[in-house]
């Protein structure tokens, strides 16, 4: 299988590595940044291209893998070509490539970036295709470099998108503000290292609504308003009283 | 060593548990409802009492893991005993035990549910003690159900708790709002585990400013207002704008 990376960033580093690994070969990554296509060229042994027209057009497979608010622009600029077209965006739809006639997603739910390895097997894939045979050809692909593969409609993909915001990149920027916090008092980070590991773990187990804890969902206004006393920077205040308010009444009508 | 647990609710129960694994006798467990103190003596092999007054004067530590809004009145119930009393909250200053001489604290930094088993050899504990003597005997006990002690004052304690209801509890709600996401289209949580553990799983190795990914912090306008168009509840949609923001502001500013 030849395949063309589109893009040379985190999901391109890493979803290019695993294909490679599968033993398919990456023949080309462009990017329109000649120096980033180069590098990520030489570690997967592919040409770097700068120019999206001068893409190879006999791949099996051309893997989207671009910023949201450019995928539709280069999808139309690029030349006429075999093979499928896929893009791994969580949430841009299928249409988006529709100058091509075979396109379809394989859309890795996980958080990428650059020098930490991961193992593509356990990352759940979500897969889209236009017709049968491009959703079976797909399916083949991620199956050959994860486990946990399944068909989900770009209607379902956004949805799935909008919840690892807040699973994600929202509870990363919870770790950022206890960082902040703590960075006051000259206290490390590492300190909080076994709590993340047992919060991310309990909800493998429990719904998240049972594994609240804290003095926002005993509603222990003693302790939120000393809370509050220590935090002087506004936006800390209006995010600690906005999530508090929340756990609160969800605690509330989980107990109706 | 006699120990009397002053409480009887997670944090009793784990440390009780703790404790009488280490080769101490739990002789009695207070609580105000007699049922509770019941259910955890039965479990330590403890006699259990609902009245405060009625705990034994000759234990060598009592150990009061009760909310913080009753702490110090239940410490000025006590009888006067000989030992140590130490308290295990977060929040609260070591002063509030101060009817008693030889007063301490044991601060356990992670979050306990009821039937989840914890290791407690992991679990950072912070100590203070109002002498040489109380801390050293704090120290002692705390190292013997834990690898991971040290000293912290209850001005320090204060901030290290503020940062953790944001590291765990406010991450624990992003995980609540992105299963109540998921719920509208039907999809089940356990999609968001790998995701979920690899985010925590990443700021062990790198600072969360670092590790950072998603549109707020690439501010993709585009991504964000789709994202909006999702969220119909209006708590949600302040929560998705305050977050968004704040990402966005933090990574100008480490960029400067």
Not at 121 to 142: M, V
Request: with cysteine.
């Amino acid at each position: 299988m030849k395949i063309v990376l589109i893009g040379s960033g985190n999901v391109a580093t890493h979803l290019g590595e695993a294909f490679k690994r599968a033993g398919n070969e990456i023949v080309q990554v462009y990017s329109r940044t000649l120096a980033h296509a180069v590098s990520l060229s030489t570690r997967l042994r592919a040409t770097p291209v700068d120019m999206i027209t001068a893409v190879i057009t006999a791949a099996d497979l051309y893997l989207f893998c671009v910023k949201d608010d450019i995928l539709q622009s280069l999808a139309e600029q690029m030349p006429r070509t075999s093979g499928v077209w896929a893009h791994t965006s969580g949430s841009m739809p299928l249409s988006v490539l529709s100058s091509h006639p075979s396109i379809g997603v394989i859309y890795p739910l996980q958080t990428f970036s650059k020098d930490r390895e991961l193992n593509c097997a356990n990352i759940p894939f979500f897969i889209e295709g236009i017709d049968a045979a491009t959703l079976s050809f797909l399916q083949s692909q991620a199956q050959a470099i994860s486990m946990n593969v399944r068909e989900l409609s770009s209607e379902k993909r956004r949805v799935l998108h909008l919840s690892a915001v807040f699973a994600c990149n929202f509870s990363n920027h919870m770790y950022a503000l206890a960082a902040q916090i703590l960075q006051q008092e000259d206290l490390p980070f590492t300190l909080l290292n076994p709590l993340i590991t047992e919060t991310a773990a309990k909800v493998e187990e429990m719904h998240p609504f049972v594994a609240q804890t804290g003095p926002a969902v005993r509603f222990d206004k003693a302790v939120m308003r000393k809370h509050l006393e220590l935090l002087s920077d506004p936006k800390m205040r209006e995010i600690y009283i906005a999530l508090s308010e929340n756990i609160h009444v969800i605690a509330q009508s989980d107990h109706s």
